[in-house]
T-cell receptor
Framework: GAVVSQHPSWVICKSGTSVKIECRSL??????MFWYRQFPKQSLMLMATSNEGSKATYEQGVEKDKFLINHASLTLSTLTVTSAHPEDSSFYIC??????????FGPGTRLTVT | QKEVEQNSGPLSVPEGAIASLNCTYS??????FFWYRQYSGKSPELIMSIYSNGDKEDGRFTAQLNKASQYVSLLIRDSQPSDSATYLC????????????FGTGTRLLVSP
């Protein structure tokens, strides 16, 4: 149980374009989903917390207009990187949880912006 | 002071030995504590969760929590080369949404 999927697993896009990443909880309904970013040899940095049906809460320093999060249902959250630039190239990981339970991570999406 | 601190390592142990990974946290009201394993290029995988003082065992893994000392550890018995990875300690802030604060991780190398 507690399986979280992400799609795509990797994506290459040109500078200035937008990329959408999907995160799905496959065998449970997640009340909360989280989006993280990880640069090489660094730890995970929380970008935002999203709850189904409400606006995402972004961490300090994360541009909400650049990283659009939609939590459409209890099993699906999407992250759209708008007007991507090379410095947005990173490993994006989502996680899903039930209240007071552990977070389970998706396999991650590696984004390369050329 | 970082909220969650770990020695970055690498911690090198021979196959079959016990690996001991340590983590300290600064927020005294932290409620939940987790150990994640992350292989290079992969996402974190939950290994252990612990919520109360004492030891919690699961197979070759034992998590230890001491809230008075703000200290949590992970012991890996009979270490295997496949255990070589980065181990992330994570602590929840005292909020309603279980936000995790991660340490920078300890890299473990188990030599055959």
């Amino acid at each position: 149980g507690a399986v979280v999927s992400q799609h795509p697993s990797w994506v290459i896009c040109k500078s200035g374009t937008s990329v959408k990443i999907e995160c799905r909880s496959l065998d449970f309904q997640a009340t909360t989903m989280f989006w993280y970013r990880q640069f090489p040899k660094q730890s995970l940095m929380l970008m935002a917390t999203s709850n189904e049906g409400s606006k995402a809460t972004y961490e300090q320093g994360v541009e909400k207009d650049k990283f659009l999060i939609n939590h459409a249902s209890l099993t699906l959250s999407t992250l759209t990187v708008t007007s991507a630039h090379p410095e947005d190239s990173s490993f994006y990981i989502c996680s899903a949880s039930l209240p007071l339970y552990e977070q389970y991570f998706g396999p991650g999406t590696r984004l390369t912006v050329t | 002071q970082k909220e969650v601190e770990q020695n970055s390592g690498p911690l090198s142990v021979p196959e079959g030995a016990i690996a001991s990974l340590n983590c300290t946290y600064s927020d005294r009201v932290s409620q939940s504590f987790f150990w994640y394993r992350q292989y290079s290029g992969k996402s974190p995988e939950l290994i252990m969760s612990i919520y109360s003082n004492g030891d919690k065992e699961d197979g070759r893994f034992t998590a230890q929590l001491n809230k008075a000392s703000q200290y949590v550890s992970l012991l890996i018995r009979d270490s295997q080369p496949s255990d070589s990875a980065t181990y992330l300690c994570a602590v929840t802030r005292n909020t309603g949404f279980q936000k995790l604060v991660f340490g920078t991780g300890t890299r473990l190398l188990v030599s055959p």
